[in-house]
């Protein structure tokens, strides 16, 4: 089993950056590909980003492409999601999932086998 704990949550007025960070712990080696999601009260969580172990292939939302970035670190087992530009609409519960099967439909969370327990991201206008 994987663990994920994430941090770098915060508030932030618009127009600023955050960065996210995701540690991975456990069966870490058997990790295919991270993504991040995210979920603002009465919505449905939503895909943000991704990107393949490996490869380090990436995607995106179109609602973030341009403005966040997401990386990984192999040595210390943890995912980035660096947020510019950030928008009011932003404002979520922000969480990493690893996938550890074979990356299929990587922007569905069903595709994800473990999750941390989520960061608040508030952005103000």
């Known amino acids: 089993q994987v663990q994920l704990v994430e941090s770098g949550g915060g508030l932030v007025q618009a127009g600023g950056n955050l960065r996210l960070s995701c540690a991975a712990s456990?069966?870490?080696?058997?990790?295919?590909?991270m993504g991040w999601f995210r979920q603002a009260p009465g919505k449905e969580r939503e895909f943000v980003a991704a990107?393949?172990?490996?490869?380090?292939?990436?995607y995106y939302a179109n609602s973030v492409k341009g403005r966040f970035t997401v990386s990984r670190d192999h040595a210390k087992g943890t995912v980035y999601l660096q947020m510019s530009s950030l928008k009011p609409e932003d404002t979520a519960v922000y969480y990493c999932?690893?996938?550890?099967?074979?990356?299929?439909?990587?922007?569905?969370?069903?595709?994800?086998?473990?999750w941390g327990q989520g960061t608040q991201v508030t952005v103000s206008s």
């Open positions: 999932a690893s996938d550890e099967g074979v990356p299929f439909r990587i922007t569905s969370p069903w595709e994800y086998d473990s």
């Open positions: 456990g069966r870490s080696f058997s990790i295919n590909a």
């Open positions: 990107i393949t172990w490996s490869g380090g292939t990436t």
